[in-house]
């Protein structure tokens, strides 16, 4: 595992067919998002917010497919082969990106808080439709 100056360490992560290969700049110890959602919900997904200089995506691109619902802002990604989404890029910040703490590899992660997100209800929490912070990336 690569340790960078600032503290941060190289996740790397992907799909599970692995066609979609990426790596992410992060702590060891992360904070993600359990979402409620209607479609966090029904893929489980855990979130790792990033902005975007520190995602790096190795491989794959010609195997993602976008599916985009309601507002139409949130790019949600997948393989196209083994269906699993690794990474998007959300409405909330669609200069960053999101990655699913659970299409991480084994062995950079040293702890994970899971902190629960009322997706159902986002525009209580991000009334000018984009937020400017990522939380739990910064430490
Ligand atoms: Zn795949």
Redo the contacts with the bound molecule.
Sequence with gaps: METLPDGLVVHAG???????RFEVDAPASIVVSQCNCSICAKSGYLGLLVPAERFRLLR?EE?LVEYRFNKGIARHL???????K?FYVPRSHPTGVSVNARCLDEGSVVEMTVRSFDGQHWERYYTDGVAAEYPGTDS
């Excluded at 997948?78 to 699993?84: D, H, K, S, Y």
């Design positions: 992907g799909c599970h067919c692995r066609r979609v794959g195997h997948f393989c196209g082969v083994c269906g699993i690794s």
